[in-house]
């Protein structure tokens, strides 16, 4: 039963920073490719970041390029965005994903934690 579970969302001003953690219960977790997503109130979920399996490929939206970090520890088991310079634009629950290597799309989700960037 794989089992990701995201927290460090929170209440931040805009200009600010939060780091998100995101904890996988999944056996062969480096074989994994992760991701990060966000939807915010009434749009559709979109993509933030990827990171495959050893962190050698990282891809970014062009809306988070150059502020957000990806980062993973294959021992603990962890997936992390940093985020900086946070904008109200970024207020949105994010989501962790998991997809493994020959498969096609995420097949794994977190619950989400809510990011929340005032003016």
């Known amino acids: 039963q794989v089992q990701l579970v995201e927290s460090g969302g929170g209440l931040v001003q805009a200009g600010g920073s939060l780091r998100l953690s995101c904890a996988a219960s999944?056996?062969?977790?480096?074989?994994?490719?992760m991701g990060w997503f966000r939807q915010a109130p009434g749009k559709e979920r979109e993509f933030v970041a990827h990171i495959n399996g050893n962190a050698m490929n990282t891809v970014y939206a062009d809306s988070v390029k150059g502020r957000f970090t990806i980062s993973r520890n294959n021992a603990n088991k962890m997936v992390y965005l940093q985020m900086n310079s946070l904008k109200p634009e970024d207020t949105a629950v994010y989501y962790c994903?998991?997809?493994?290597?020959?498969?096609?799309?995420?097949?794994?989700w977190g619950q989400g934690t809510q990011v929340t960037v005032s003016s």
């Open positions: 994903a998991a997809r493994g290597t020959l498969e096609p799309s995420y097949r794994y």
């Open positions: 999944i056996r062969t977790f480096s074989s994994y490719s």
